[in-house]
């Protein structure tokens, strides 16, 4: 199983559980390779250049599909051309939140601080072009306001250690990668960016409660490349989904703050395709502005 995300990262842990579940599934070992850098590029050309025998399986990032057209090379990843989906993994909505010293409690206030201080809030994420970096210039756009963004190459850990260390006042993460620094009062979450409140965290508000409309969810699919076999496709996403359903994978998926949603393979590459088309217009203004 490649993977365009390092080791340890939150996608990184979800890949782990979903190869362990695959491994019992099948009786034969599932290895996770990470294969990170050159915004998921060197991954995708391993990925794309396996045989299509069923044998490579492909979980990249969310970004790997909405990429902007000529970023990186092999990117923003073609359904079906490069690949065919197996099936959707899980995905988990952006936690935005602040530093405790940036004195903000709420979505409102720090778009409010925001345009007192054009271009003077900085927040981290895990490079350009992820969902991290697609989120801020989000919230720019609808809330009208200008922040800084600070590209880290080590992760959310390194931007957690800057927000510690009060070098940068913000962050727009899953909340798996956020969970034990909220847990410890190192940040203060101001709003998600899901369609509704979640049910572990019922009294946060959305972010659509201040910006209607406004969603950003990360997400994983499980893929093959191209050329592989229909029947091949279809009994991995049928032992993919019962392996999804068994109760001890559900609930370490659900402590990283992911949900699950069973999709055909069918399904999985019409919601691909949905999602490349809501996000291309911030990825085309983004081009604009650069």
Avoid at 97 to 104: F, Q, Y
Avoid at 148 to 158: A, H, V
Avoid at 168 to 183: D, H, K, R, V, W
Avoid at 225 to 241: H, I, S
């Amino acid at each position: 199983m490649i993977t365009d995300s390092a080791a340890g990262s939150a996608i990184d842990a979800s890949a782990r559980i979903i190869a362990e579940g695959l491994t019992r599934k099948w009786g034969q070992q599932v290895v996770v390779v990470n294969q990170p850098g050159a915004g998921g590029s060197i991954a995708a050309r391993a990925a794309v250049q396996a045989a299509p025998d069923g044998y490579t399986l492909y979980m990249p990032s969310f970004s790997a599909f909405v990429a902007e057209p000529g970023a990186a090379n092999n990117l923003p990843i073609q359904v079906p051309k490069d690949f065919i989906p197996i099936g959707y993994l899980s995905g988990g909505p952006m936690f935005i939140c602040a530093a405790p010293w940036l004195g903000v409690k709420t979505l409102p206030e720090l778009i409010a601080l925001a345009k007192k201080k054009p271009g003077e809030l900085a927040y981290g994420t895990n490079g350009p072009g992820r969902l991290t970096h697609l989120t801020g210039e989000l919230l720019q756009q609808r809330a009208d306001i200008k922040l800084q963004m600070i590209p880290y190459s080590g992760g959310t850990s390194k931007v957690l250690t800057d927000i510690m260390g009060g070098r940068i006042p913000l962050i727009f993460e899953a909340y798996s990668g956020l969970a034990g620094a909220i847990q410890a009062g190192n940040l203060v979450p101001l709003a998600v960016a899901s369609t509704e409140r979640l049910p572990d965290f019922p009294n946060l508000p959305t972010v659509a409660e201040t910006l209607p409309g406004f969603q950003a969810t990360g997400w994983q699919v499980l893929a093959f490349p191209a050329g592989t076999p229909d029947a091949l496709v279809q009994q991995a996403n049928k032992d993919l989904n019962a392996m999804l359903a068994e109760p001890d994978v559900k609930t370490m998926i659900a402590r990283l703050g992911r949900y699950q949603r069973p999709m055909s393979a069918a399904e999985t590459l019409a919601f691909i395709q949905s999602e490349q088309q809501r996000w291309a217009p911030v990825q085309q203004r983004l081009s604009v502005t650069r």
